[in-house]
């Protein structure tokens, strides 16, 4: 395995601890399901001084699911024609995630990334604060099972679909459900 979707998010909505705090979830995780030997990095961008691409920090691939599935043999194909589906995007106990059209729908993956897999420009937030903001501000998702309200590329992006909202601000545990979401991560082994 060297790719998962975080069965359980954190808890905290999209205050993750920073990138340290969401890489060591995904390592948490991973131990948990006999995988703890490799390296895990939450696949998220930050913003401002010092911004870090998802795609730069999850190793040179190939990345199978806990089936043994390839989902992307490099990171050209993972931002491309990936083989991400709703069937695909395994957590790490191999089970499939919930998705549109499931009770309580669970696709909202956070990234904090634009489609490329690069940071967003620093002006307006997009990773609640670098991932410390349980409250104000706004994170970009993807949808893990690739549907979407439309028939459109936003709908269908694992990784760049639409940021949060709600009446907590848009980065709260409670926010993120409201959108189809529930703190999730996507994990990759970078070794």
């Known amino acids: ?35 703890g030997a490799k390296t895990w990095r939450a696949y998220l961008s930050t913003q401002g001084a010092g911004a870090v691409n998802a795609r730069d920090r ?36 191999g089970e499939v995630n919930n998705g549109r059209g499931d009770t309580p729908n669970r696709h909202d993956i956070l990234t904090g990334s634009q489609a490329d897999g690069t940071a967003f420009p620093p002006d307006k937030d997009m990773t609640c604060k670098n991932y410390t903001s349980g409250t104000q501000g706004a994170i970009m998702m993807g949808h893990s099972d690739r ?33 189809g979401g529930d703190g999730l991560l996507y994990c990759f082994a970078a070794n």
């Not at 395995?1 to 999209?14: D, H, I, K, L, R």
């Not at 194909?77 to 957590?91: C, D, S, V, Y």
């Not at 590329?153 to 926010?175: L, T, V």
């Open 58 to 93: 999850i190793g040179k691939g190939p990345w199978m699911n806990a089936k043994g599935v390839v989902i992307a043999k490099d990171v050209t194909e993972l931002h491309g024609a990936n083989n991400l589906t709703k069937q695909t995007a395994l957590t790490e106990k």
């Open 1 to 35: 395995m060297g790719f998962f979707v975080t069965s359980v998010g954190e808890g905290n909505g999209a205050d993750l601890g920073g990138l340290a705090g969401a890489d060591k979830h995904c390592q948490t995780l991973a131990q948990a399901a006999g995988a």
């Open 147 to 179: 549907i979407g309200l439309r028939d459109d590329d936003a709908s269908k992006s694992w990784n760049s679909s639409h940021p949060s909202r709600g009446d907590d601000g848009g980065c709260s545990q409670k926010d993120l459900r409201g959108t």
